[in-house]
């Protein structure tokens, strides 16, 4: 029997960094500050060379797909990594206080340490591999023991990422018959023209107001939601924050009796949301590289609310606050679109276009039925 204590240390250090990891990323539910974590590097590097590979893909749609599929994939691939860097440290330990194990036709080396640790961690209990020294024994009771808490604790994960994922989302499809698609606060202020609109605007910022505040604690909590893309392909999490973010500038700006106090508490957390969101996934506030905001745009936005009996003040000091508004949130909201690789929503929309409950990828029949044939659509 041959000690290696090397070994066995440096088994003892992998094994403390993936399990406090998956500690963190698991049970503590709070935003982690340390500047080095497995799962940090993990991510930074796969999305990367994710994205490098889907800008080789030429058609939008099957990007946009491609994407989709990263935030799932990803998950399972960390849980894989946090498994596989388990075992090796286990077996690293095995291995440095000597391969104390029986072994039927053969001699034990660090393959065999390697395959006592996997059937251990996943309480397989084979027995044809067996420890025969009290280190042994006790490594192999403590790595059952934890394989069985981990795989406990993932039951638990992963319900809770998905239920989270579909609480996100359930806003944000609402938001669609609101706001247009994808949505715009032009729009939104347009569609909210009708008698009691003020008080259904009203009620929709406030619950945009907690969803911001839900969207601030999970997505700190659980960052790999960040990277789960919604359904349809004009929508995003991001795409609908900004429209909320934009429908509150223009109503603190230019619009102080409708419901301007709600849009500042939903302003308020809308913005914090995004500033801290943009610190955890290091995505440095910058301008956008273009003006959202077309040359013609506002005074466009004042014309059409006007037709419809609202009024935005049109005065050099509306202006001079609708700027500095904007410049409180769109560096932030324009880094984290290109971290994630979304693209932010105009104000206006640039051309009338069918909301997605409008639409649907089954084409009618001429005596009004449906038709049998799926045809290609830009629904999903």
Sequence with gaps: MILAPGVFIAGILIFLIVSWDAFEAIILPRRVTRKFRL??????????????????????????????????????????VWAVGLIISFAMMQYGSGSAVNLSGGTPSFYTDLYLSGTTFFTLGLGDVVPRSGVSRFLVVVESGFGFGFLAALIGYLPFI?????ERETEIVLLDSRAGTPPTAGELLLRHTFPG????LRDLFKDWERWSAQLLESHLSYPVLA????????????????AILDACALTISGMEDFCSRQAQLTFAIARHAVTDLCQ????????????RMPSDGLRLIRETLAKHGTVLAATPEADQKLAELRGLYEPYVYALAERFNQTLPPWIPAKKSKDNWQTTAWTKASNGTAAAAL?????F
């Design 197 to 200: 609109g003020h008080e259904a």
């Design 280 to 291: 955890v996934f290091s995505a440095d506030p910058r301008p956008p590289a273009q003006d």
């Design 375 to 379: 045809v290609h659509d830009d629904h």
């Design 39 to 80: 799962t940090r590097v993990y991510y930074q590097f796969t999305w990367i060379t994710w994205k490098f590979y889907a800008r080789l893909i030429p058609s939008k749609k099957r990007r946009e797909s491609f994407l989709g599929f990263y935030g799932p994939i990803s998950l399972l691939f960390l849980i894989a």
């Design 162 to 166: 998905y239920g989270s994922f579909a």
């Design 227 to 242: 990277y789960f893309r919604s359904q349809h392909d004009n929508q995003s999490w991001i795409s609908s924050l900004t």
